[in-house]
């Protein structure tokens, strides 16, 4: 318990210095006694050649973007191509001290980081293991493209496997390592250990932190590296994701037997520039990126500069750094310096610098420089090295002719890409040992005070129950996600405020009793490494719920939930699973920057599934359906209905186990006349819109609560249009934008014939949130509703209305854009 470390003034005031580490750089030091000794001499050959292969691989995609030939083969490729020529030894330094356990995550860049880990493991893995993973992997239609490439033995098939698959991967075809729906900047191979690579600047620096988490709450081997540049480091979400890894409490309060702190080196290839910015004098401060290190933790991140021009150096840096890690003394932070000749693209003029600058660093080359020391320590000759060079570029063109064959390598259909964007299983758990406690939840407090509560709104006279006798929405959750934590070891929660807290609005009360800091766990105030680190953990295999405690705090989290949550399903072909539901609060009386209901931002993403339960029974059976499922769900939870109790399910919420069904809208009241469509709190406010209109006017209005944003069956609300001829919607979101206005657009198409009247939407002013004395002049308020219908679908015989509604109204908020 942090009640256990006293914040004390007497030490905390006391009076002193503050000694930081020093940061080592460029220690290494070449010695061949030792290097032979350590990689033998296989290990030194094997290490030039994937040098000389990331080299020519990456030549090859520079020539053909630039003059559509290599080596007599002609092909267009449309996409990216981000080279790293003379980085190679920095990617191939690394991946030989990694073993196939070894996870590296990384960035646009990263055709070498690749190439160099999936040729280390495929050399480090067992004939068995390697030959079955290529059987297995697309049911064998990348190696049956690999074997049509000429080879001697598993490992030069390998080779061509590896080649193979990278290369179609880039140029989009179906047999690539995803299939071709990542390309050239999202491509990686996993059961070599080579990870997501991402495309927004630093994107990896979370998700490798959630991996890095999952293998250590999971005790899975290995340690996870995330690749990233040095421009990187003025993202925000690589400093949210040190600061997450650097946590104290892995050591101060976790479980001994958790290992310590996830094992987690965030490796910058510090090539001194973004794309023409200059890391280096020009856009940064650090002067040496090492520095960083020694901002975060007491240990200074264990932070070095490391040569990345000398592989050898690299190799023995990263060997030094993965002790560390199992140690569970990370995370580790490198400075790995190294230089691309190319541009940042093809299509860069290298405006931003000299030639005199390129030209020192070819002085420096790294594969010259290795090949010329390997050569002078006799492990290789010359001509060795020169057919090694002629061997890489034979395989390389059979690999082009092969990839680029519009016949016989072609590209995915809409379809593939339709059925992969979410992956619509059922998993109750994601390991089969036994779920972690610290007590049995039959004897946890808040488990028993439930058991006590009356499980609806209402008790046996029809009397209202008081609050704290009644089983509540939150209690709802509760037992969900208590259920689940008991099925799946695997299944983590973290968030802001989530032990002893009990989540930002007492979810989670009574499970920091019941569970051991490892699977439940406060996080630093960082949004988007809170759910970043949650797509690692669930794209490396565990399940796990985050909590954001405000809806808009999404915006912090915007590049997580949009680009990362929402596409590494469909970006991996289906290849990895994202069982990881993100909770968010809408909340209300905190004002402008706390009170918005941002439904409509999720709905626009394709590839997130979004659920909003507003009534207790909903709250569980909905949490009960995302942590069973495999795909990422944005849970909306409303701070209004918190309290609740249930009002529409005559035997009240159960107590075993239900899921709703997925995408159905509910119908919470029958009705002729009208159809009212609510997603979130506005169902309450409709409900009283329907008795209004029944007991004053005569009218029955259908209530339908959408519960759903994505999947949505349409079918309950285009049967209730074609009965009652008329469609009203409501929500809490803003007007402008409003998911609503999907629905009641498909809507119009789908019963266009059906109606009688336009579809109205009615949503909150399209201004900020005002103080909490005034929400009722944002909120949709009841007489808006009756309002709305009075002036825009029927008039309602003597009402008087009380606020504007009209058409002419709507234009002119619209004119004035409020
Ligand atoms: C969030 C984000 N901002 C900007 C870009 C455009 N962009 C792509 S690469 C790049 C430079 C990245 O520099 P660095 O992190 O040092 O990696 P390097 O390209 O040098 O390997 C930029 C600005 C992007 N992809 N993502
Ligand atoms: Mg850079």
């Known amino acids: 318990m942090p009640k256990s470390m006293t914040v004390d003034p007497a030490d905390l005031r006391k009076s002193g210095v503050l000694k930081i580490p020093s940061i080592p750089m460029n220690q290494y030091k070449r010695n061949f006694s030792t290097e032979i000794a350590t990689y033998g001499k296989d290990g030194l050959v094997a290490m030039l050649h994937d040098m000389i292969a990331i080299r020519e691989f990456e030549s090859m995609l520079n020539s053909i973007k630039t003059t559509g030939a290599w080596n007599g083969v002609e092909y267009n490729h449309k996409g990216p191509a981000h080279l790293s020529l003379g980085q190679e030894a920095a990617s191939v330094g690394q991946a030989a001290a990694l073993d196939p356990d070894d996870f590296i995550f990384g960035s646009h860049r990263s055709h070498g980081e690749i190439l160099a880990k999936c040729f280390s493991a495929a050399r480090k893995l067992d004939p068995k293991s390697?030959?079955?993973?290529?059987?297995?992997?697309?049911?064998?239609?990348?190696?049956?493209?690999?074997?049509?490439?000429?080879?001697?033995?598993?490992?030069?098939?390998?080779?061509?496997?590896?080649?193979?698959?990278?290369?179609?991967?880039?140029?989009?075809?179906?047999?690539?390592?995803?299939?071709?729906?990542?390309?050239?900047?999202?491509?990686?191979?996993?059961?070599?250990?080579?990870?997501?690579?991402?495309?927004?600047?630093?994107?990896?620096?979370?998700?490798?932190?959630?991996?890095?988490?999952?293998?250590?709450?999971?005790?899975?081997?290995?340690?996870?590296?995330?690749?990233?540049?040095?421009?990187?480091?003025?993202?925000?979400?690589?400093?949210?994701?040190?600061?997450?890894?650097?946590?104290?409490?892995?050591?101060?309060?976790?479980?001994?037997?958790?290992?310590?702190?996830?094992?987690?080196?965030?490796?910058?290839?510090?090539?001194?520039?973004?794309?023409?910015?200059?890391?280096?004098?020009?856009?940064?401060?650090?002067?040496?990126?090492?520095?960083?290190?020694?901002?975060?933790?007491?240990?200074?991140?264990?932070?070095?500069?490391?040569?990345?021009?000398?592989?050898?150096?690299?190799?023995?840096?990263?060997?030094?750094?993965?002790?560390?890690?199992?140690?569970?003394?990370?995370?580790?932070?490198?400075?790995?310096?190294?230089?691309?000749?190319?541009?940042?693209?093809?299509?860069?003029?290298?405006?931003?610098?000299?030639?005199?600058?390129?030209?020192?660093?070819?002085?420096?080359?790294?594969?010259?420089?290795?090949?010329?020391?390997?050569?002078?320590?006799?492990?290789?000759?010359?001509?060795?090295?020169?057919?090694?060079?002629?061997?890489?570029?034979?395989?390389?063109?059979?690999?082009?002719?092969?990839?680029?064959?519009?016949?016989?390598?072609?590209?995915?259909?809409?379809?593939?890409?339709?059925?992969?964007?979410?992956?619509?299983?059922?998993?109750?758990?994601?390991?089969?040992?036994?779920?972690?406690?610290?007590?049995?939840?039959?004897?946890?407090?808040?488990?028993?005070?439930?058991?006590?509560?009356?499980?609806?709104?209402?008790?046996?006279?029809?009397?209202?129950?008081?609050?704290?006798?009644?089983?509540?929405?939150?209690?709802?959750?509760?037992?969900?996600?208590?259920?689940?934590?008991?099925?799946?070891?695997?299944?983590?929660?973290?968030?802001?405020?989530?032990?002893?807290?009990?989540?930002?609005?007492?979810?989670?009360?009574?499970?920091?009793?019941?569970?051991?800091?490892?699977?439940?766990?406060?996080?630093?105030?960082?949004?988007?490494?809170?759910?970043?680190?949650?797509?690692?953990?669930?794209?490396?295999?565990?399940?796990?719920?985050?909590?954001?405690?405000?809806?808009?705090?999404?915006?912090?989290?915007?590049?997580?939930?949009?680009?990362?949550?929402?596409?590494?399903?469909?970006?991996?072909?289906?290849?990895?699973?994202?069982?990881?539901?993100?909770?968010?609060?809408?909340?209300?009386?905190?004002?402008?920057?706390?009170?918005?209901?941002?439904a409509a931002l999720v709905a626009h993403i394709p590839g997130l599934k979004a659920y909003f339960p507003s009534t207790p029974y909903d709250a569980k059976g909905m949490m009960n359906l995302a942590l069973r499922g495999t795909d990422p769900v944005i849970f909306f939870e409303s701070q209004l209905l918190y309290d609740i109790g249930e009002q529409f399910e005559p035997n009240g919420v159960p107590e075993g186990y239900y899921e709703i069904p997925e995408g159905e809208p509910a119908i919470r009241k029958q009705g002729k006349d009208i159809t009212i469509v609510t997603l979130g709190a506005t169902l309450y406010r409709a409900m009283d819109v329907a008795k209004t209109l029944e007991e004053k006017y005569g009218l029955s209005a259908e209530v339908i609560d959408l519960r759903f944003v994505a999947p949505l069956n349409y079918n309950v609300i285009v049967e209730s249009v074609k009965k009652t001829g008329r469609l009203v919607l409501a929500s809490d979101a803003v007007e402008r934008g409003s998911f609503l206005h999907t629905v009641a657009s498909n809507v119009q198409t789908l019963a266009f014939d059906y109606l009688d009247a336009p579809v109205a939407v009615v949503g909150s002013r399209n201004w900020i949130t005002p103080a909490a004395e005034q929400e009722a002049l944002f909120f949709p308020q009841k007489e808006w509703i009756l309002d709305t219908i009075h002036e825009r679908i029927l008039p309602l015989k003597d009402h008087v209305v009380t606020t504007v509604q009209t058409n002419g109204e709507l234009a002119r908020r619209a004119r004035l854009g409020v």
């Not at 995803?178 to 050239?184: K, V």
């Not at 988007?528 to 719920?545: K, T």
């Not at 705090?553 to 929402?566: K, M, P, S, T, Y």
Request: hydrophobic share 40%.
């Open 130 to 598: 390697l030959e079955s993973i290529m059987k297995g992997f697309l049911d064998g239609e990348t190696l049956r493209f690999a074997e049509r490439i000429s080879y001697g033995n598993l490992a030069s098939l390998a080779e061509n496997f590896i080649l193979f698959g990278t290369m179609a991967e880039i140029f989009a075809r179906k047999s690539g390592f995803t299939r071709g729906l990542g390309g050239s900047m999202h491509a990686f191979f996993a059961p070599f250990g080579s990870m997501p690579n991402n495309a927004i600047v630093g994107g990896s620096a979370d998700i490798a932190t959630g991996s890095a988490l999952y293998k250590r709450i999971n005790k899975k081997p290995g340690i996870v590296v995330s690749n990233i540049g040095d421009a990187s480091m003025g993202c925000g979400p690589v400093w949210e994701a040190m600061t997450l890894a650097s946590m104290d409490q892995y050591r101060t309060l976790w479980p001994e037997s958790a290992g310590g702190a996830p094992p987690i080196l965030f490796n910058f290839f510090n090539n001194f520039y973004g794309m023409g910015g200059q890391t280096l004098g020009e856009t940064m401060g650090y002067g040496v990126l090492a520095r960083v290190g020694a901002g975060v933790n007491a240990d200074a991140m264990h932070s070095e500069r490391v040569d990345g021009y000398d592989p050898l150096a690299v190799a023995d840096a990263v060997a030094r750094k993965k002790k560390i890690l199992l140690e569970g003394r990370g995370p580790v932070l490198l400075d790995t310096i190294t230089y691309r000749i190319s541009g940042h693209s093809p299509s860069d003029a290298s405006s931003y610098r000299t030639k005199d600058e390129v030209d020192l660093w070819q002085k420096n080359d790294s594969i010259e420089d290795f090949s010329a020391y390997l050569v002078k320590k006799k492990v290789m000759s010359k001509s060795d090295v020169e057919t090694m060079r002629a061997a890489v570029d034979e395989k390389l063109t059979a690999v082009l002719k092969l990839s680029t064959n519009e016949a016989e390598c072609p590209r995915v259909d809409g379809a593939f890409i339709e059925s992969v964007m979410f992956s619509n299983q059922k998993v109750e758990k994601f390991d089969s040992r036994e779920p972690e406690f610290l007590q049995p939840l039959s004897e946890n407090a808040r488990v028993k005070s439930i058991a006590g509560k009356i499980r609806k709104a209402t008790d046996a006279e029809g009397k209202p129950v008081s609050k704290n006798k009644m089983y509540q929405y939150r209690d709802a959750l509760f037992e969900a996600i208590a259920h689940r934590f008991a099925i799946d070891p695997t299944l983590a929660a973290w968030g802001e405020e989530n032990r002893d807290w009990g989540g930002a609005f007492a979810v989670y009360r009574g499970l920091t009793e019941a569970l051991p800091y490892n699977r439940l766990f406060n996080s630093s105030i960082s949004e988007g490494a809170i759910v970043g680190s949650g797509v690692g953990y669930a794209l490396s295999g565990g399940r796990a719920i985050v909590e954001l405690m405000y809806c808009d705090f999404l915006g912090r989290a915007g590049d997580e939930i949009f680009n990362q949550v929402a596409k590494w399903q469909s970006m991996s072909a289906g290849l990895l699973k994202m069982p990881l539901t993100v909770r968010v609060s809408v909340g209300n009386k905190y004002g402008a920057q706390h009170s918005q209901d941002w």
